[in-house]
């Protein structure tokens, strides 16, 4: 008989692509409007906090990313006349988000898009999914990454700032 195999993934997210996005049109290391700030989001039903994280570049251009599910809340980018809107879907609460959305902005989970019949076969294994968008299993399931709280550490480096967000999910 052969033992089970049990892994815990650990889903480690470095926002470097967003800290280097920012970073591109930043005017000189020692510019002070490049910054990252942290600001309470809401809080969840299990009373845990969910922060909201804004990260800005001396030109103006900002991110906006919630450590619940990882949601890209708002970009702010300037238009061919320098004026600043914001290019996301999304909703200007965690409410929004914690009732049923079309995943706006959010790390999905293991897999994006339907499992067909929520069931798969790996190895000679049968596995049933949960069943949450007719008989498919869609983003993840009924709880996917975007319902999750990650782990969120901000760094900054030489001229880059940004966000790391860290989920272990159990097999």
């Keep these: 008989m052969t033992p089970k ?10 926002l470097f692509f967003l800290s280097l996005w920012l970073c591109q049109s930043c005017k000189s290391p020692e510019t002070e409007s490049r910054n990252i ?13 969910v922060h909201l994280f804004t990260l800005k570049n001396a ?23 320098g004026s600043f809107d914001n290019v996301v879907l999304g909703f ?11 995943y706006f902005g959010a790390i999905v989970g293991r897999y994006a898009n339907r499992i067909g019949e929520a069931l798969f076969k790996l190895d000679g294994q049968n596995y049933t999914l949960a069943q949450n968008n007719g008989q498919n299993s869609l983003h993840g399931g009924v709880e996917g990454f ?8 901000e760094f900054e480096k030489e001229n880059i700032v940004g966000v790391e967000l860290e989920y272990t999910s159990p097999d």
Excluded at 5 to 14: E, G, I, K, S, W
Excluded at 63 to 74: A, D, F, H, L, W
Excluded at 93 to 102: A, I, R, V
């Design 59 to 81: 030109s103006g251009m900002e991110v906006k990313i919630t450590n619940y599910g990882g949601i890209i809340t708002s970009i702010q980018v300037p238009d061919k006349n």
């Design 146 to 153: 975007d319902k999750k709280l990650w782990e969120a550490k």
């Design 5 to 14: 195999r049990t892994v815990n993934h650990h889903y480690n997210l470095v």
């Design 37 to 49: 700030m942290k600001s309470e989001f809401g809080t969840l039903e299990t009373g845990e906090t």
């Design 92 to 102: 200007d609460s965690l409410e929004g988000y914690t009732k049923f959305h079309p």
